[in-house]
């Protein structure tokens, strides 16, 4: 345990073939059967945002404490996501396994999200990559682009389609009235001031102009939230109750206690918004890779190519 106490492991890394040793974070429920990150910091950048890391890390896991997701049991050894490769040294995997690097990737976005293995019985992650880039992200706004990629840890936007939860899909169609058909979502929507809505809820990003298409809430609609496309200087960025419920949706336990306060804006206020632009461009936040799918004993059951 840590002086934020956060639980510790030890876990032996490989990057760039260069073996290196750092600490694991356990962040959330040290019980089973709820929910937590297993964090592991890789390099510097990574640990001098170490407190940033984990605090964002526990929102989620607080939010979703009381998910059961499927141990899965783990071969020790070199496992690879992104543009980072580790030796990961525990034998069973609990519950999502994120590592996390900060470096000047000159990228031009302020967060890169891969997510390389999903569980086959839910379809829901375990093994991912956040490449943070926070050089000229405003002091204020960090904490936000954290939250942001590790909601994309948990699938948000990268798991919808395979749980069929995203209809008329805008990839390779701009402007399809792409929508996630969640329930709960739906409802919330609703209570957020989307009653009167006139297209098919929850509306989904279709236009490329303002994000990655099929991967976040549709900015004209939502503007500021915190999983769309963007983040604005100077402004909220809100955890809505939407965004809680899609959890729901794909199959976790969730809090909606948890959610900031949020009213869908008046259409003219989003477009204002969309308008001044953003002050952290997130329209290429999430990396699409091969997806691995793995079952309890930890064997490939399957590999989705994009």
């Given amino acids: 345990m840590d002086a934020d106490g956060f639980q510790l492991a030890t876990v032996t890394v ?28 890789v390099d510097q950048g990574a640990r001098e945002l170490r407190s940033q890391i984990l605090a ?3 929102r989620w896991a607080r939010i979703v404490d009381g998910s059961d997701l499927e141990n899965i049991e783990w071969e020790p050894g070199p496992v690879s996501c992104g543009r980072l490769s580790y030796d990961y040294q525990q034998d069973v995997l609990d519950d999502i396994f994120v590592m996390v690097s900060a470096q000047d990737y000159r990228s031009g976005a302020g967060v890169r999200s ?3 293995g999903y569980r086959e019985s839910s379809g829901l992650p375990i093994t991912g990559t956040i490449l943070l880039d926070v050089e000229g992200v405003p002091r204020g706004q960090v904490d ?28 390779g169609h701009p402007g399809a009235d792409t929508h996630f058909t969640g329930d709960r979502a739906i409802a919330a929507f609703v209570a957020s ?3 009167y809505y006139p297209g098919l809820r929850v509306p989904v990003e279709n236009d490329p102009t303002y994000g990655s298409v099929d991967k976040h809430w549709r900015e004209s609609v939502f503007a500021s939230e915190l999983m769309t496309s963007g983040l604005r200087e100077g402004a909220a960025d ?10 729901a949706d794909m199959g976790y336990t969730v809090d909606v206690e948890e959610a900031d306060a949020y009213t869908l804006p008046a259409a003219s206020a989003a477009a204002s918004a969309m308008e001044a632009g953003h002050a952290i461009d997130l329209t290429e936040d999430v990396v699409i890779t091969p997806a691995v799918f793995y079952d309890g004993q930890g064997r490939v059951v399957r590999v989705v190519r994009h």
């Fill in 56 to 58: 964002q890390a526990d």
């Fill in 114 to 116: 891969v997510t390389c």
């Fill in 193 to 195: 001031g989307g009653a």
């Fill in 144 to 171: 936000d682009l954290i939250l942001h990629a590790f909601g994309h840890m948990l699938g948000f936007g990268t798991s919808w389609r395979r749980l069929d939860l995203l209809r008329n899909s805008s990839s």
């Fill in 238 to 247: 809100p955890l809505s109750a939407i965004t809680i419920q899609s959890l």
């Fill in 14 to 41: 490989a990057t760039a073939g260069i073996p290196d040793t750092y600490t694991v974070v356990a962040v959330g429920s040290d019980d089973p059967h709820r929910f937590q990150f297993e964090i592991a910091l």
